[in-house]
């Protein structure tokens, strides 16, 4: 997109105008295509599935159009359409009437970008299931990227970019951290130091409610807060665990 004017002659080097984005939550899909947006200089439409169906005949279908005319308006865009699977899932005899006329439609809307050689509207999808978006909206994103998790080195460079501003100790063993978290994903390390930064907060509040002044807002100062250390954040990494299976079970 950024570059439009040097495969403007040629439909083989044109643009795709579907990408999927696939791979387990919590791994900065979102972000990515934000970034891509960003990057390219476009446009960016963040579609929540809620908000193309309607509970009353026709209107689904009124809001596809509507959300195919606002880009075409906002061009060059990235439509991003998150867990896209549960709006474009495999197709069953047991899908609804309504369903199945809104992905139609869809998807109709889609083709004309297709065979529209100025289009510079893109859709992009994420889903943590692409086994489950159906097949005939695969074919429509010829550009796929898996999005896994990070390994120990991305989650030290991670954890650097999350704690940059927090108060620690100057000798927080990155690597040690980024060792203990294995299979974790970025928003699981981004909760993994905000609980260890809350072990420091419940601390110094469980020490001013001790105290004689207990009540004097003028005392109660962050400064005062002591910084989160690696044994903090160890201390985290063992009860987020426990949370994060109990989310993924």
Sequence with gaps: MRQKSLFRKSHLLSAPKGVLLYGPPGCGKTMIAKATAKTAGCRFINVQVSSLTDKWYGESQKLAAALFTLARKLAPCIVFIDE????LRNRSLHDHEVTAMVKAQ?????DGLETD???QVMIMGATN???DVDKAILRRMVATFHIGLPNASQREAILRLIL??????????YSHIATLTESCSGSDLKEICRHAAMTCVREYLATIECDDDYGDLSKVTEDNIRRISTKDVENSVQK??????HHKS
């Excluded at 940059?164 to 063993?173: A, P, S, W």
């Excluded at 987020?240 to 299976?245: G, V």
């Design 84 to 87: 896209i699977d549960s709006f």
């Design 106 to 110: 869809f998807m109709n809307l889609w």
């Design 117 to 119: 050689d100025n289009s």
């Design 129 to 131: 299931r692409p086994e």
């Design 164 to 173: 940059e501003k927090e108060k620690i100790e100057d000798d927080l063993d």
């Design 240 to 245: 987020c665990r426990l949370q994060f299976m």
